[in-house]
């Protein structure tokens, strides 16, 4: 293993890191390695992980589909923890949350590996990646709070590759971010299991879960994994949590953008979430192994959420393109109470305790200023 220091730039400003480099031979030892949870050991020195649905039976030397998991000597490791690949400061509305904390900024970072498959990655670079295959910087959990506290960030970001799989790194963050008053946002797929998911979620204040699309089909071709645990999760969030969460639907020409579909999934947010859990439709553009599909016209963002505004969803939103659809609008008076143009926003009209400033209507979301109180969880 070989170290050295980096400094890197983010919107011009300066983060120093302690690069780790491991080469194979260099992985095996288990030393600074993170001992996973949620996993049993079962015969033959296999361990059984039961961190999301996959259910991966990992021989020893072996890793699980995420490639990040790692059986080392009958004991699961989690290679990606205090190993970040990715770290940025974004806009919350990058994520995209537009009920959370609008027009801050977020401390985002991100792993390698991940547990779906998905053929239209747009961060296949370090999703599809092992850990030894990315440059990757040492970072403990006290360490990225004091980087987000230094450039001032109200929450941190678990974004980028699939959190679930680095879920020890985030328990662990989480919990120091909230003693220093920061919030955190999970930016995720929603496969985990239920075994897990309380574990991770309680220390989470907000989450942006990919809807993919919203059949197993898809799902199962497309994702390589199924839809159905993605709206377990979802209802768990729901009925279950104090988590703030909005769900994005990336549309692929000819592969989950049909009118019957859209329907579909916003007739069972209505039914299964409520009226009020914010619907993000998105571009996608091609990449990873979807490069011969078309981009997403924008014509079909703007059928899709006149289709859920009219099935009674309060807030739907246009991502991934210019366009005016991603203001908030009050579903009482219709006025423009947060106004975006890209990830940019240039004004908001709601007040801290959730009222549209011109009818007083209650806005679903999050909207104190930072550092009004500090955690709803530890
Ligand atoms: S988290 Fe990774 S190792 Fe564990 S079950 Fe899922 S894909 Fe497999």
């Known amino acids: 293993m070989r170290t050295r220091r980096l400094t890197i730039r983010i919107l011009g400003l300066k983060i120093e890191l302690k690069v780790v480099r491991m080469n194979a031979a260099a992985s095996t030892p288990t030393s600074g390695l993170h001992v996973a949870r949620w996993w049993e050991e079962i015969p033959d020195k296999k361990t059984h992980c039961y961190l999301c649905p996959r259910h991966c039976r990992i021989g020893e030397g072996q890793t699980g589909f995420c490639f990040i998991r790692k059986n080392i000597g009958g004991a699961l490791y989690n290679l990606g923890y205090a190993r970040p690949a990715a770290v940025q400061i974004d806009p919350i509305e990058k994520k995209p949350l537009n009920h959370f904390m609008p027009g801050t900024r977020v401390f985002s970072m991100g792993t390698a590996g991940c547990n779906m498959g998905c053929f239209f990655c747009q961060n296949w670079d370090i999703s599809k990646s092992k850990s030894d295959q990315v440059r990757s910087a040492h970072l403990d959990p006290e360490g ?10 109200p929450s941190l970001a678990f974004t980028y590759n699939e959190p679930t799989i680095w879920a020890e790194y985030v328990v662990d963050i989480s919990k120091a971010a ?9 930016v995720t797929n929603g496969y985990i299991t239920r075994e897990a998911f309380f574990d991770v979620y309680r220390h989470i204040d907000a989450a942006n879960v990919d809807l993919k699309a919203f059949t197993e089909k898809f799902y199962a071709r497309t994702t390589l994994t199924h839809l159905q645990p993605v709206l377990d999760t979802l209802k768990w969030l729901r009925h279950e949590t104090s988590v703030w969460f909005e769900l994005t639907n990336l549309m692929i020409p000819t592969l989950n953008d049909g009118e019957d579909e859209t329907r579909q999934l916003c007739g069972w947010v209505l039914e299964n979430l409520g009226d009020d859990v914010p619907l993000h439709f998105t571009a996608f553009h091609p990449d990873f192994k979807l490069r011969d599909q078309p981009p997403t016209p924008p014509e079909t963002l703007h059928r899709a959420r006149k289709i859920a505004f009219d099935m009674g969803l309060k807030f739907v939103y ?11 609008i009050c579903p009482v008076c219709k006025r423009t109470l947060v106004k975006r143009w890209w990830h940019e926003v240039s004004d908001v009209r709601i007040s801290e305790d959730g009222r549209c400033q011109f009818c007083g209507a209650h806005i679903a979301g999050y909207f ?8 709803r969880h530890d």
């Open 144 to 153: 990225v709070v004091s980087e987000a506290r230094r450039y001032q960030c």
């Open 178 to 186: 909230h003693q220093a008053g920061l919030k955190t946002v999970m």
């Open 318 to 328: 246009e991502g991934n393109i210019y366009s005016d659809g991603g203001n908030t």
């Open 368 to 375: 104190r200023r930072p550092g009004a109180d500090v955690s």
